[in-house]
């Protein structure tokens, strides 16, 4: 089933070069990769070069002493975050990790038993089922609120379980752009707590954030290890910093979680045994040397506003994104997947929203070149009139 899964995503992949070869590239909108086409800022750029003409080679390539990586780098990681969110993190609470998708494989590696169950709201990131199946967990699906799509609470309250270990949120959202309001996070919290007490168990909430700094019109991301003690975050550069090919993020594990210090020994251990070894230690360099460095916002919020409001006009309906570089668009006819075929006619590639357990919907990926969205308008048009 995974290589299948897996085969489908390369397929569309392959399906873009070949339309590109065919066309050539300027004819294709391929909407389907989250692959940041901002450059990394030059700082990040400086700061290799610097970094690799200044430093001793053997230990800027070597292994970490510890695999949660180095110690100055964690504690720049801390101080940054405590100035930015008034937490009080230190070196301990920060393990540096080969992007999200490693630090989450290393969280659910040091959390899970077999048979524990992990929540997801969807629409979700549809490896977090993946992730959970590496260590035996079992993903347990809250149904999509089509509407705001915020997590609907009264679902995931029935849902919670004694086998329930950890509840995963990602916001700003892949693929919708939404982000979960405060007042939802407190309720979230709340019902957790309770839960929590109900069955005398730790339920972890894990926070799965490779878009934060990407909000646009002043939109707040709440920092969720305020709302809810056994919080545990997922941070990466990839999207951030233009870097997802580095491989370089973190998990944040405060001391207010529940065995943090065991917590944080097993994640250690697990960064090692899953074969990561240690994050690229390069990388932890460089961006502990950018921490105040950021992606252009303004090219992605450009791109939104012109797919946004282009769609709209050809008579599509989708919510307005307040973060990350995705559009959820819902689709006219019930099989997205044919739709999806249909807008292929026209070079057009999106990714269903069943990838993301949320049939009916298409997702586009904003995080092209601003000619392939006025160029693809037309197309959509086209496309639109064969529905509207
Ligand atoms: N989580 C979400 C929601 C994502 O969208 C992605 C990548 O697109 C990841 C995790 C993995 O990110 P990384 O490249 O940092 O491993």
Redesign the pocket.
């Known amino acids: 089933g995974m290589v299948a899964n897996s085969s489908a995503i390369r397929a569309m992949f392959e399906e873009g070069n070949r339309l590109a070869s065919l066309y050539g590239a300027e004819n294709v909108y391929d909407f389907s990769l ?1 692959n940041p086409n901002v450059p990394a800022p030059e700082a990040v750029k400086k700061a290799i070069v610097e970094l690799v003409e200044g430093e001793d080679p053997i230990a800027l390539h070597g292994y970490t002493n510890s695999n949660s990586g180095y110690p100055e780098v964690r504690q720049a990681v801390a101080d940054s975050l405590n100035e930015r969110f008034g937490t009080s993190f230190g070196e301990r609470n920060i393990i540096m ?8 494989n290393v969280i659910f590696k040091t959390l899970l038993n077999p048979g524990d169950e992990v929540i997801a709201f969807a629409p ?2 549809g ?2 089922r993946s992730y959970t199946n590496n260590y035996d967990g079992v993903l347990v699906e809250i149904s999509p609120d089509t509407e705001t799509f915020q997590p609907r609470l009264q679902e995931f309250e029935q849902k919670i379980t004694p086998k329930t270990k950890a509840v995963i949120v ?1 916001t700003p ?3 919708t752009g939404v982000v979960y309001s405060e007042a939802t996070i407190q309720k979230m919290a709340a019902i957790m707590e309770a839960k929590q007490k109900e069955y005398g168990t730790d339920i972890y909430l894990i926070s ?4 934060r700094e990407l909000v646009y019109d002043g939109a707040e991301v709440p920092y969720l290890t305020k709302y809810y003690d056994n919080t545990i975050v ?1 941070y ?4 951030s910093l233009s870097l ?1 090919g580095e ?3 973190y998990l944040v594990i405060p001391d207010e979680v529940t065995d943090s210090e065991e917590v944080q020994s097993a994640a250690n251990v697990a960064t090692r045994i899953l074969g990561f070894v240690n994050a690229p230690t390069l990388q932890q360099k460089v961006v502990a040397k950018c921490l105040n460095e950021k992606t252009d916002i303004s090219f992605y919020n450009r791109n939104r506003e012109a797919l946004y409001e282009g769609l709209k006009e050809c008579g599509f309906t989708c919510i307005k994104p307040e973060g ?1 570089f995705y559009l959820f668009v819902k689709s006219p006819i019930e099989d997205e997947k044919e739709f999806c075929a249909a807008a292929k006619k026209y070079n057009i590639l999106m990714v269903p929203g069943s990838s993301f357990a949320c049939p009916g919907y298409v997702r586009l990926a904003y995080c092209v070149a601003h000619e392939t969205i006025v160029n693809s308008l037309p197309k959509f048009k086209e496309l639109a009139k064969e529905y509207f």
């Open positions: 989250g990790t080969v992007g999200a998708a490693g630090g989450l979700y990131f490896e977090y990602n959202n892949n693929p799965d954030e490779p878009y997922g990466s550069y990839s999207k997802p491989r370089i993020g990350a």
